[in-house]
DNA sequence: TGGTGTTTTAGAACTATTATAATTATAGAC
DNA sequence: GTCTATAATTATAATAGTTCTAAAACACCA
């Protein structure tokens, strides 16, 4: 499940963190709130430049280190920019992603699109890979990339 | 079509370059056929120490420079690293990858197999993504992560 | 073969990320 | 509530991948 849009407020974070063995710090509620908040997968130095205008004070090694923590406790994955940095996204659940070439940004197809699409995936060929290269697919990363030609249609 | 292990000989080379509008040189022979002949999708510097050790000499800047030259030109492909670096690819039509989260290599799956997944794609919820988000997919981009559980089965 | 624009190159510069080590804060015991 | 042990934060330095610079070498065509 996306967490966007839900509010979440310190104490269900501060649950959150609990249940996945994370010390709650004010950093680190900063950051995964900033993160969860996101539309698009925003990379480190984005989640900065956001906190440095609102929070009182947070440092880059923290957002690093924090975004290292988030992901290693499974609350938040790193996804491979095509560029030179790596962006973040608080969804970890399997969806699949939009690269618009014009703008580079990396955005989610909304939930039931996209469930629809991993739902109608060809699991006998899934298998068949599977079995002809010895291989376990833990998961699978799919992009769509392309460009927007007008505005997405509201999607309830 | 994947050009590797097609045997390139200079000939062929500089015809492909010719027709992509790239001069010929000695160093951007070898990037390429390096490039191309490789089962994994190599780094910038895996190829510069491969070459480094059989070329009578090219320079790292020349290998990064050779690369962009051949992205932009269509005869290969920049592919996103999960890590610090980019990959490389001389395989530029649509096909899938393998990400070995052992060892962290990515590599191709087999032409035919891949093949077989994206013929069963489910095109209508494509479309639908399409006309929904407002969005022209112009290619898509699949990873399928997971580890190894034995030799693959040869395929011919 | 010569002239001209292109490519190569060593090295410097740049940028994203990680490491260091001192300071500060958290969570749990009392 | 206070204390303590342990973990997180921070400024800063270090590292690593990539791009830039400008001078020398080269490819291509007339
Ligand atoms: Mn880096
Ligand atoms: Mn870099
Ligand atoms: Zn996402
Ligand atoms: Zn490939």
Redesign the pocket.
Same mark, same amino acid.
């Given at each position: 499940m996306h967490q966007n849009n839900h509010n979440l407020d310190e104490a269900a974070v501060?649950s959150l963190f609990c249940a996945h063995s994370?010390?709650? %710090?004010?950093?680190?509620f900063a950051v995964y709130t900033a993160l969860a908040s996101e539309k698009v997968h925003p $990379?480190?130095?984005q989640l900065f430049q956001k906190l440095s205008r609102s929070e009182s004070?947070?440092?880059?090694?923290?957002v690093?280190? %924090?975004l290292?923590?988030l992901v290693k406790s499974g609350l938040a994955q790193k996804l491979a920019d095509g560029g $030179?940095?790596?962006r973040y996204d608080a969804a970890v659940d399997d969806h699949l992603h939009i690269r618009d070439c014009a703008t580079g940004s990396l955005s989610d197809v909304p939930e039931a699109l996209g469930q629809k699409l991993l739902d109608n995936l060809p699991q006998d060929v899934l298998k068949e890979i599977e079995d002809t290269l010895g291989f376990r697919i833990s998961r699978m990363q799919i992009e769509l990339i392309g460009e927007y030609t007008r505005e997405a249609v509201e999607v309830n």
């Open positions: 501060h994370l010390r709650f %710090t004010r950093q680190r $990379t480190a130095d004070g947070i440092s880059l090694a923290t690093y280190n %924090t290292e923590a $030179t940095s790596a």
